[in-house]
C-alpha cells in the first residue's frame, strides 16, 4: 500500500519561507496525483494545491495563488510545496494526500483522496 510522508514544518515570521516535502513509498508519475491540504484549528480541512499526475501541472486555492509553487522531483518520488511570503492565516497543519483517479485534472476534495501522510505543522506568527 502505498505511504506518503510530509516533512518540513515549522515555525516562521510572517514574511517568511518555508518549504514542505511529501515522499511516496512508490513511482507517483502517470500513478497517482498529489495534493496538499491543511487544516486550521476549529476549521475544516481544505485543499491548497494539487499536481497531475501526467503532465505535472498544479492547481491552487486562490489565497496562495502567487505564494506557494508546488513542483514534484519524478525521480525522488517527492513534491514539494515552496511556501513564501506567509501570512498567521497559513497556520494550520499541512497534509500531502496522493489519489488514483481516471480523470485527467488534479482533484482538491478530500474526498478523493486515499492514502494520507500524518500530517506537519506549519505556525506562523512574531
Known amino acids: 500500500q502505498l505511504r506518503v510522508v510530509e516533512s518540513g514544518g515549522g515555525l516562521v515570521h510572517p514574511g517568511g519561507s518555508l518549504t514542505l516535502s511529501c515522499t511516496a513509498s512508490e513511482v507517483i508519475v502517470d500513478n497517482y496525483e498529489i495534493g496538499w491540504f491543511r487544516q486550521a484549528p476549529g476549521k475544516e480541512r481544505e485543499g491548497v494545491s494539487c499536481i497531475n499526475r501526467f503532465n505535472g501541472n498544479a492547481y491552487y486555492l486562490r489565497s496562495v495563488r502567487g505564494r506557494f509553487i508546488n513542483s514534484r522531483d519524478a525521480a525522488k518520488n517527492t513534491v514539494y510545496l515552496q511556501m513564501i511570503n506567509l501570512t498567521p492565516e497559513d497556520t494550520a497543519i499541512y497534509y500531502c494526500?496522493?489519489?488514483?483517479?481516471?480523470?485527467?485534472?488534479?482533484?482538491?476534495?478530500?474526498?478523493?483522496?486515499?492514502?494520507w501522510g500524518q500530517g506537519t505543522q506549519v505556525t506562523v506568527s512574531s
Open positions: 494526500a496522493a489519489a488514483r483517479r481516471p480523470e485527467a485534472d488534479c482533484s482538491s476534495a478530500v474526498e478523493d483522496y486515499n492514502y
